[in-house]
């Protein structure tokens, strides 16, 4: 069965430190691997997904994710933090045997300390 | 573009009751999906509409149910309510003609409270 795991119920970094929040993921079929972002009592916001090409995808806020199949991991970094970028992140996948349903991890809570 | 609407944001029921999310799906979107999101966790797929007919259900009863109207709205009705259906209700749109992966536009949500 489709599972996604985000180890980490909580990740903290201080302010200007790079960042990383880990996904792994388990599929039978090529993965469509995303990443959101939810701020307090807000909807989830698209960040980046991978779905076929360079195993290094760029998303919005200047976020990125790596894609590493080996690992069945897809980790969300960032190089340098902000403290705006506090907020509940949630990794995603679908394959081609659930063309219309995502899988979602239990999110990870990002704090960045000034 | 438009955005994603929902409607009521709060919303306090009782057990037994019924109740009706609404959500406005972006212009031009096709595709709508709702999901549950229970306090602490990730969102949990209920269905998805697509040209008014439902094309996918996740494990939910059939108290859940959906609609889909040609002008983009849609609507979660939930019958004889349930403690356990307190959480967040999110609504999401996409164009599926657009891309197979067109990523999802989450509305803000409906916080539904079941005394």
């Known amino acids: 069965a489709q599972s996604v795991a985000q180890p980490e119920d909580q990740v903290n970094v201080a302010e200007g430190n790079p960042l990383t929040v880990k996904c792994t993921y388990s599929v039978s079929g090529n993965p469509y691997l995303f990443w959101y972002v939810q701020y307090p009592n807000r909807g989830l916001q698209f960040l980046l997904k991978y779905i076929t090409g360079d195993n290094l995808v760029k998303g919005s806020y200047g976020f990125e994710a790596e894609f590493n199949k080996s690992q069945t991991s897809f980790h969300l970094k960032k190089p340098s933090a902000l403290v705006s970028d506090s907020a509940l992140y949630f990794c995603a996948v679908r394959d081609e045997e659930s063309n219309y349903q995502l899988i979602w991890g239990a999110g990870t809570k990002l704090i960045i300390k000034p | 573009e438009t955005g994603v609407t929902q409607s009521p944001t709060h919303l306090i029921k009782t057990r037994g009751q019924q109740v009706t999310l609404r959500c406005s799906s972006q212009?031009?979107?096709?595709?709508v999906s709702w999901y549950q999101q229970a306090l602490g966790q990730g969102p949990q797929f209920i269905f998805q509409?697509?040209?008014?007919?439902?094309?996918g259900r996740g494990n939910f009863p059939p108290r859940f149910s959906g609609l889909q109207f040609p002008n983009y709205s849609s609507e979660l009705n939930v019958n004889a309510l349930e403690l356990d259906d307190s959480a967040l209700y999110l609504c999401?749109?996409?164009?599926?003609?657009?891309?197979?992966?067109?990523?999802?536009?989450f509305g803000n949500g409906t916080r539904l409270t079941v005394t």
């Open positions: 212009s031009g979107h096709n595709t």
């Open positions: 509409y697509y040209r008014e007919e439902e094309n």
């Open positions: 999401a749109s996409r164009n599926a003609a657009s891309s197979y992966n067109s990523p999802l536009h």
